[in-house]
């Protein structure tokens, strides 16, 4: 998925206050569950918010897409990372505290993927333990069509990327251009990135499958909106 672009992710979002999200996760996380010591994120990316989050927990990320680990590994290698697929991964622990941030469920595309997605997740939590995803946009507030368009400015590095929200039923396609310029050269390329659009009926229902009590922030970190499912003990 982001074969060009991993080694360009934290520039491409560096405007996004991940500390800030990290924090307001910390909070959420000591007022729910004043005991976790241990934190697994899924879909973790480049570890951005697992940098901050370890100075309060012994935490571990996984991600599907081995570029973007690498750089995880790169940038903390104190930490363990992981690459799996969260539709079906097995590390042979569980955790106090699961998250799914970012929006990274919606790349499951289906909501059966997410239903196991959220059933493997479950398998890695402790009893009585904390699950946080993050979504993507639901299909009624997804914005079609609308054209999107960010730049990125250093000296020595220019990035562009552009694309159009274009939608297939309940899948929303982002098909990004990108320019990328350094002293040495400049270079264009694409990624399409796929993300299923679901509803809070079915996110909900999907945690009460996989025995969680489950409710709904609407602002979230980011402005996406938060699903908190704490695990039956």
Not at 122 to 148: S, V
Not at 169 to 198: C, K, N, W
Not at 205 to 211: Q, S, T, W
Not at 213 to 222: I, R, T, V, Y
């Amino acid at each position: 998925m982001f074969t060009y672009t991993a080694r360009l992710y934290d520039r491409l979002y560096g405007f996004k206050d991940y500390d800030g999200a990290a924090g307001k996760l910390d909070a959420l996380i000591q007022q729910r569950a004043p005991a976790a010591r241990t934190l697994l994120d899924v879909g973790c990316g480049t570890g951005r918010h697992l940098r901050w989050l370890k100075q309060r927990y012994e935490v571990t990320g996984l991600d599907l897409d081995p570029n973007l680990i690498a750089v995880a590994r790169e940038a903390a290698p104190d930490i363990a990372f992981h690459v799996g697929d969260m539709t079906g991964f097995e590390l042979g622990r569980t955790f106090d505290v699961v998250t799914c941030l970012f929006s990274a469920i919606a790349y499951v595309e289906t909501i059966e993927r997410v239903e196991c997605a959220i059933g493997e997740m479950q398998r890695h939590l402790n009893p009585g333990g904390l699950l946080i995803i993050e979504p993507w946009f639901a299909p009624e507030t997804y914005w079609e069509g609308h054209l999107t368009a960010n730049f990125h400015d250093e000296p020595d590095l220019k990035i562009s990327w552009m694309y159009l929200n274009a939608r297939e039923a309940d899948v929303s396609v982002l098909d990004i251009h990108y320019t990328v310029g350094t002293p040495d050269r400049v270079e264009q390329f694409r990624e399409v990135h796929r993300m299923g659009l679901f509803t809070r009926d079915q996110y909900l229902a999907a945690f009460r499958k996989a025995g969680f009590e489950a409710e709904h922030d609407a602002e979230g970190l980011f402005q996406r909106g938060l699903y908190v499912g704490a695990l039956k003990a």
